[in-house]
């Protein structure tokens, strides 16, 4: 394959999961930007449009498992060309809904339809760029972009037109990223197998999975750990540092998460990724526990180190499950471990509460921390179950007569 041809399909998956990334968690933020105005206008209590966005987010973690299973039968273009196909139906249902319902309704079908994007976004990245790290690093930026802009545009277009132009023009979008994914053409990428060794591993693959079970414990850590720090991050910075500035301070602590994305995304090609996984989750720990102890300004420091390192993490442990998954079951992996960490992850958020209510913020975060520590001790084993040949595993694209 010509390598001019090799480098823009590349640079094409790039583009459509970055763009497809930053969309999807656009969606996801937008209800909680106009929840009032979508509430004004409909006269429901703040129980029903609080239950809503609960039932938004179980749907949204109930697909990650189909997906996977899709992403490796139909290949994950046709995945998300479904996704986002059911995402503009799901956003104008929304748009046009005339009673709480009829929105509720909208909302469990946008969440179904989006929820479907991780798994296969991921296994796209996997199968179409020979540097996975790099581009899952580019990937998690995108995302975070889209999580920060989304309620400022939303905002505007609800105040020049109304929440439901919002939707619809979410729902354009959605359109356009349907329509682009029907026309992505992605030669896949596979490891090479050398007989009983997944090639760039000097380990039988049977070590290779019990690494894999170690990556799925850490993440379901830290997605427990995502769902308690983000829930009561505004809340703390509002009671230990700022009230006044609190809602700035806590976009700009989110804004460095998308710097460690990046970060994690570049070191993947300079490090091993075992050892690279082994200190990122170790240097973040010591951040989120003094976030419990400290107040002021230290403690909003504490909290951008945190978040930069928890971020950093995403792009590396996206190519661990990558790398050690059969090329065959890429899709499946990603879907397993996202239904882990949206589902299992969510008691996060319980905990976090139950820790606030006896206490306070401080305390939840230094719960977080000992789930943090767990994570850390699941990870503790990576560096010594595998050992690579090079920093990144060879890949290869697949020639469709060999298939």
Known sequence: MRTDAVAQGERLVIAYTNVGHALVHAIEVTYGALLLRIQADLGVTEAFMGAVASVFGWAFGATALPAGFLADRWGPAKVLSFTF?????????????????????????????????????????????????????????????????????????????????????????????????????????????????????????????????????????????????????????????????????????????????????????RVRLEWLALWVVAWALPPLLLMGLLEGGPMVAMAGAFIFWHFAHQPIFNTLIADYSPPALVGRSFGLVYLAAFGLGGAGGIIAGAMVDRWDTGAAFMGMASLWALALLATLPLPFLVQRRAVSPKLAYIDPEDT
Request: with cysteine; aromatic share 8%.
């Open 85 to 269: 196909a059911g995402a503009c139906g799901a956003c104008l249902l929304v748009a046009t809904a005339a009673s709480s319902w009829m929105l509720a309704l909208g909302m469990a079908l946008l969440g179904l339809a989006t929820g479907f994007y991780h798994p296969a976004g991921t296994t796209l990245i996997a199968q179409g760029v020979r540097s996975r790290g790099v581009a899952m690093g580019y990937h998690g930026v995108a995302g975070n972009m889209g999580m920060g802009l989304a309620p400022a545009v939303a905002g505007v277009i609800a105040t020049l037109w109304s929440w439901r132009g919002a939707y619809v023009a979410l729902a354009a979008s959605a359109a356009a990223l349907a329509l682009w994914a029907s026309r992505l053409q992605v030669r896949p990428l596979a490891m090479w197998q050398e007989g009983r060794h997944q090639a760039g591993f000097g380990e039988p693959v049977g070590r290779l999975m019990v690494a894999l079970m170690a990556v799925y414990a850490g993440s379901v850590l830290m997605g427990m750990v995502y769902r308690g720090s983000m829930t009561f991050l505004p809340a703390h910075l509002h009671d230990k540092a700022s009230a006044r500035f609190a809602d700035s301070l806590t976009t700009l602590v989110l804004l460095i998460g998308a710097v460690g994305q990046y970060t994690g995304g570049i070191l993947t090609r």
